[in-house]
């Protein structure tokens, strides 16, 4: 059975039997794209260096029933970041939303099944916001996490609300019997003046190997805040597309923050649509990838109306056989004047087996803007190397100082304090191992 025909049986078997009305045309329409589109392969422009088609050939469990969830408290402990005594904790196991192991603990934050928002009061933006991605990502690894969307939620902060502590989603897979394919999927909707810290993290359960395909969309209105961090550090029996639509519809502020340490194969997508006046928007990543794993950014900032300002730092690290990707986009659209875009992605090559392929790219059709982009490729200073030893410093040490500092411009970029700690740590001790 090939590939189209395997999610065609599954398609119809996960099919509900009540009537969700919109979101089962969403659904269908959803599958004719992927049946369509397919999976992408090397001919495809944006997948030309992440090769996932092979990914499809491998046994891989679709979970259809969230009853079957064998994660307790214990496992969820496990994973928690620091600070969760106070954080509200959001947690998807094999792609479905857990009410039972979630815990909203601030007023402001409203979590809905994706099926009874899509029906109640916030019908309209479901309608009008669920798939929004889909404009510009045309693959069919998008459709087809939209035709499978079950155990999807709908989050809203209200408006005026200025969430004190964060947002934590545990993106949970449990491949401790078998090889599990998952696809969460969220909507959040960030109200009128409100300001809120999201914190996305992932955890494989178990040796056999997961895909997670996952789209979290999120819409911040007038006036709001928006903090959105996202941190891989999981197994290299993991591969990941993961991908984060930000649309800006009124004057607002976004901060995205992305940290990759680990991980088989990663494939990120961030979007950020700014379609109003006067946006603002900034967006990080620190990727330090070892082993045979392999890291793809592509980022898109598209700027619809005029008097936004936009800033895109990415850098990486890359050791051993690892392999990296970054392919950024700033679109500039003729109505959009006054812009101010800078992006900018740099690398280290710890070996002479690592690589990366990086394409920073610029389009734009207005005549009254500032912009800039660039990329650098390279190896660690060697005369900072030599000026630290000549000082008595042993050369690990050199070299973990310089990569510590190389990291920090992106570290200090982590606000909440107990989660850029951990992180700290984190890449201290992949110092400490990989360059040991």
């Given at each position: 059975?090939?590939?189209?025909?395997?999610?065609?049986?599954r398609?119809d078997?996960?099919?509900?039997?009540?009537?969700?009305?919109?979101?089962?045309?969403?659904?269908e329409?959803?599958?004719r794209?992927?049946?369509?589109?397919?999976?992408?392969?090397?001919?495809?422009?944006?997948?030309?260096?992440?090769r996932?088609?092979?990914?499809?050939?491998?046994?891989?469990?679709?979970?259809?029933?969230?009853?079957?969830?064998?994660?307790?408290p214990?496992?969820?402990?496990?994973?928690?970041?620091p600070?969760?005594?106070?954080?509200?904790?959001?947690?998807?196991?094999?792609?479905?939303?857990s009410?039972?192991?979630?815990?909203?603990?601030?007023?402001?934050?409203?979590?809905?099944?994706?099926?009874?928002?899509?029906?109640?009061?916030?019908?309209?933006?479901?309608?009008q916001?669920?798939?929004?991605?889909?404009?510009?990502l045309?693959?069919?690894?998008?459709?087809?996490?939209m035709?499978?969307i079950?155990?999807a939620?709908?989050i809203?902060?209200?408006?005026?609300?200025?969430?004190?502590?964060?947002?934590?989603?545990?993106?949970?897979?449990?491949?401790?019997?078998?090889?599990?394919?998952?696809?969460?999927?969220?909507?959040?909707?960030?109200?009128?003046?409100a300001?809120?810290?999201v914190?996305?993290?992932?955890?494989?359960?178990?040796?056999?190997?997961?895909?997670?395909?996952?789209?979290?969309?999120?819409?911040?209105?007038?006036?709001?805040?928006l903090?959105?961090?996202?941190?891989?550090?999981?197994?290299?029996?993991?591969?990941?597309?993961?991908?984060?639509?930000?649309?800006?519809?009124?004057?607002s502020?976004?901060h995205?923050?992305?940290?990759?340490?680990?991980?088989?194969?990663?494939?990120?997508?961030?979007?950020?649509?700014l379609d109003?006046?006067?946006?603002?928007?900034?967006l990080?990543?620190?990727?330090?990838?070892?082993g045979?794993?392999?890291i793809?950014?592509?980022?898109?900032?598209?700027n619809?109306?005029?008097?936004?300002?936009?800033?895109?730092?990415?850098?990486?690290?890359?050791?051993?056989?690892a392999?990296?990707?970054?392919?950024?986009?700033?679109?500039?659209?003729?109505?959009?004047?006054?812009?101010?875009?800078?992006?900018?992605?740099k690398?280290?090559?710890?070996?002479?087996?690592?690589?990366?392929?990086?394409?920073?790219?610029?389009?734009?059709?207005?005549?009254?803007?500032?912009?800039?982009?660039?990329?650098?490729?390279?190896?660690?200073?060697?005369?900072?190397?030599?000026?630290?030893q000549?000082?008595?410093?042993?050369?690990?040490?050199?070299?973990n100082?310089?990569l510590?500092?190389?990291?920090?411009?992106?570290?200090?970029?982590v606000?909440?304090e107990?989660?850029?700690?951990?992180?700290?740590?984190?890449?201290?001790?992949?110092?400490e191992?990989?360059?040991?």
């Open positions: 059975m090939n590939t189209i025909a395997y999610f065609k049986e398609f078997q996960f099919q509900p039997d009540d009537d969700h009305g919109s979101l089962d045309k969403l659904r329409h959803a599958f794209e992927f049946s369509n589109l397919g999976i992408p392969g090397s001919k495809h422009e944006e997948w030309k260096y992440t996932v088609a092979g990914l499809f050939n491998k046994e891989f469990q679709l979970p259809a029933d969230p009853l079957t969830i064998s994660i307790t214990d496992d969820l402990k496990a994973i928690r970041l600070g969760h005594e106070m954080a509200n904790e959001m947690v998807f196991v094999n792609g479905f939303y009410f039972s192991l979630s815990q909203i603990r601030t007023n402001g934050i409203q979590v809905v099944p994706m099926e009874e928002a899509s029906k109640n009061e916030f019908q309209g933006q479901v309608s916001w669920l798939g929004d991605s889909s404009q510009y045309k693959d069919g690894i998008n459709a087809l996490n035709a499978f079950h155990g939620v709908f809203h902060v209200a408006k005026g609300k200025q969430i004190e502590h964060p947002i934590y989603i545990y993106h949970i897979t449990d491949a401790r019997t078998v090889n599990i394919f998952s696809q969460p999927r969220s909507l959040m909707i960030v109200d009128e003046l300001q809120v810290q914190v996305e993290n992932y955890a494989t359960l178990g040796s056999n190997e997961s895909f997670t395909n996952q789209v979290m969309e999120i819409i911040v209105e007038n006036e709001a805040r903090e959105y961090y996202k941190i891989q550090n999981d197994g290299s029996n993991t591969n990941q597309v993961s991908t984060t639509h930000i649309r800006q519809i009124g004057k502020f976004t995205a923050v992305t940290i990759s340490l680990n991980g088989g194969l990663v494939r990120n997508n961030l979007n950020v649509i109003a006046k006067n946006c603002e928007a900034h990080y990543g620190l990727y330090f990838q070892s045979h794993s392999h793809d950014n592509h980022t898109i900032v598209d619809i109306k005029p008097n936004c300002l936009s800033n895109e730092l990415y850098k990486g690290i890359l050791n051993d056989h392999t990296g990707v970054f392919n950024g986009k700033i679109f500039v659209r003729q109505a959009a004047q006054k812009t101010n875009a800078y992006q900018s992605n690398n280290i090559l710890l070996s002479d087996t690592s690589s990366v392929n990086t394409k920073p790219q610029l389009e734009i059709f207005a005549d009254d803007v500032k912009c800039t982009h660039g990329c650098t490729v390279g190896s660690l200073n060697e005369e900072g190397l030599f000026y630290l000549s000082r008595g410093i042993s050369e690990k040490t050199a070299r100082l310089l510590g500092a190389y990291a920090s411009d992106i570290l200090e970029q606000k909440p107990p989660l850029r700690g951990w992180i700290e740590k984190l890449i201290n001790h992949r110092l191992t990989d360059l040991s």
